[in-house]
């Protein structure tokens, strides 16, 4: 029997950052992180071992922070935790006892019971496993004609790592755009014709009805009748939080299998809590249940945990999850923050939008330059800043955290509009059309109209 | 005598947006601007002349968006206003009646009095004025060894655009690091380091005594004794307010020249404002008189002006300068939003620091990651952040941004560790190991000890 004062389960980006705020917040305590995997993936750079940096083992979380602190890593697997004794069971070790228990045990790729052929042989998900992903990548050298089924993030970014590796990809959406879940159709239109240009072969607006072989996967099944020739799938249809311990244990979970967590990320049994994809989250704007999992808000979340484990700290409860969502294909870079048109529009919210195109440099003839178009999602009513997104060069994801702070700090378009930005030729658009100031000029003539 | 609703006298970007802003806010006011200027140089973009954009007709703020709206360009001099009649003298065109009128007359270069030489033939400054940069740019091809004095901002990139451009360049600053009145050491100390190893040849922590020569410049003699050879001189002493006609008129000016201006942006005199670099400015942290000048600052004030001409808007008021600042040497960006640490301190705010230096993609193996370190500049005794620092790639610029708004939304250390940032890898550094959030967590440590 080994004794620990905070036990971490759960090694990504949420086990990580609890364990590690844990233990600067009170170096006094043992802290101590189990997790499965010997080595950990960096989660959002998974899609980018297929071809940018080529293997696995360059996209490798690093245990440094951790050991430095002195957090103790256990790889194993944990069985079950009795909350009354507060002992974890563990697979290859011998239990352990703890004081405070944080979950971060993330999520798991969606695998629907109602597809037919998900068990065939070259039909693949895309975990944060790494001997699954090796597996996978081995492999590869033997397909040609790979389908990525479902053109969110994950979809998208590895269809344009496997053309990149040369693979003939087929891109398969249910929504009449990729991406068109996360931005404003303006934007995912700009996204696909991308997509189109860089040869990956984009299908939207239909579903998958089945995935055909004998013991290989030989075709694909749309909806529409038309049948693809596949060499692999990939099924890239979302994730769903890994909560099956956390059932186990008797924690609440909520209706979509997320641990039902507060702001402090305590779940529903004492001196437990959850973070990052496994735990439930409210939406910023509405308060509403969220189904986002984003490793950037996980990281916040596992923040939160490891301030509030010993004494609720009032500066440092969790607020609510706004999406802040970024991507590049070739030199385009698309970021969204907080709420698109269509989104606020379903929620009940009157807007007001502004959308600008300029250029990220100035003058444009900066070597460099990318057009930049950015619009905002505003409370008609308010004059709050509900949402923005942007398209521009690769600093389009920095320009993205400019917009998530904005709605973050609940701002109106007024204040936007006295906010002063920093501007230089090689690095941004100009002060005089700065395209997020000047979409807010837009919305606020629609305002005053 | 012609009549107008509203004037504006100046035409780079605070005369841009206030005229812009004015049309835009009241459609059926008359809106004139008047500048001396046939074509209007892009203030920023100036230095990149020399090479990156090789001449100054790519560096052109564009009159499009003036004549769309219906603003009427006069391009002559103004000779004097009577605020009296709401006059307006002009040199080669009739008189101009207006009811507002906004002053955006900019700033000038510093020629210091007491420096002897300054009259000599190649002997330079750099105003925004296209006629005069033109033909210093005719004459760079007679010119081996340029000496620039002043390691500010804009010495540094004509410096480094110069020696692109294949000159000599020695480059003389007073302070012990090049950009050290805005950059903290561990900053300014890098970039010195990257112009030296860019073929600059940088002098530091010696000031100028006298320019040589007898008709043209021959030789910089500076405070140490030594004397450099020199086929032209650079003057980049920073820049003084445009004020002259200000005065004239009779408006109240301030101790350092500035045109005395409330939030509003309006002068002493009723129906008058001044935005830019002419117009007085109020620190953001403490209120107190503040010299910097920044084109986008000055957007912000001329949309401040414009939006409060015939009916004060209490969303629109300018609540004080917030120095913004980004440049770049090579493929590294640094940037700085509010108060330093050397200034936070000699100010009188007790504070707290911390820094932290990751890389601005993940895994660090993507192709063009780059070193990013940040630094916070916290109040001790209430955790709002001050100011902060940043050095990395040029999504940099957007990132001093990030800080700006964390900045002008007085927002805390504890605040910003609940803010949830996007993160990808090909645009941003991890959100495990995002130097903003690092940075505040090396901050928290320290007041919490």
């Known amino acids: 029997m080994k004794q620990t004062d905070v036990l971490v389960i759960g ?27 010997e080595k950990v993936m960096i989660p959002c750079g998974i899609p980018y071992i297929f071809s940018s940096v080529q293997t696995s083992d360059n996209n490798i979380l690093p245990d440094g922070g951790l050991v430095n602190l002195g957090v103790e890593i256990l790889v194993d697997e944990v069985l079950s935790v009795d909350t009354k004794t507060k002992t974890c069971k563990i697979k290859n070790s011998e239990d352990v006892v703890f004081d405070k228990l944080i979950l971060g ?38 397909f040609k004609r790979i ?20 693979k003939e990809v087929t891109l398969v959406e249910i929504l009449p755009n990729v991406l068109g879940a996360t931005f404003d159709q303006e934007f995912a239109k700009e996204a696909q014709t991308l997509l189109i240009e860089r040869g990956i072969n984009v299908m939207t607006g239909c579903g998958i009805e089945a995935i055909l072989g004998t013991s290989k996967v030989e075709k694909i ?14 099924l890239s249809l979302g994730y769903r939080p890994n909560s099956d311990l956390a059932k186990d244990m008797g924690l609440v979970l909520n209706e979509y299998g997320f641990i039902s967590a507060d702001q402090y990320r305590r779940t529903s049994v004492k001196d437990i809590y959850a973070a990052g994809d496994c735990a439930e989250k409210r939406d910023f704007a509405t308060g509403k249940i969220s189904r986002i999992m984003l490793a950037s808000t996980a990281c916040t979340e596992a923040r939160t945990a490891g301030l509030n484990l010993y004494e609720l700290n009032t500066h440092s409860a969790f607020r609510g999850t706004v999406g802040i969502y970024s991507t590049c294909i070739g030199d385009t870079a698309f970021g969204v923050a907080g709420l698109i048109e269509s989104a606020a529009t379903s929620e009940g919210f009157k807007v007001v939008t502004g959308s600008f195109t300029g250029i990220n440099r100035h003058p444009g003839k900066i070597a460099d330059a990318h057009k930049e178009t950015v619009k905002l999602i505003v409370s008609k009513q308010t004059g709050v800043i509900l949402g923005g997104e942007v398209l521009g ?9 400019v917009m998530g702070v904005i709605i973050q700090n609940h701002m109106t378009v007024h204040d936007l509009l006295m906010t002063q930005i920093g501007t230089q030729p090689l690095l941004t658009a100009s002060p005089a059309g700065y395209p ?7 919305v606020l003539k629609s305002l005053n109209k």
Chains 1, 2 share one sequence.
């Open 11 to 37: 090694g990504s980006a949420t086990g990580l950052v609890a364990a590690m705020t844990a233990k600067s917040n009170y170096p006094d305590k043992k802290v101590m992180v189990i997790r499965k995997e």
């Open 105 to 142: 045990t993330g999520s798991l790729p969606v695998v629907p019971k109602w597809l037919k052929g998900t068990e065939l042989e070259n039909v693949f998900t895309i975990p944060k496993n790494k001997v699954y992903l090796d597996e996978f990548h081995d492999k590869l050298k033997d």
């Open 147 to 166: 389908v990525v089924v479902g053109a969110g993030f994950i979809g998208v970014e590895v269809s344009d790592e496997l053309n990149k590796a040369g």
């Open 221 to 234: 099944k749309l909806n529409n009748g038309v049948e693809l020739e596949a060499d692999a799938v990939i």
């Open 393 to 401: 060069g690769k600093s389009a994801g920095e320009l993205t955290n």
């Open 436 to 442: 997020l100031i000047k979409a807010a000029e837009v």
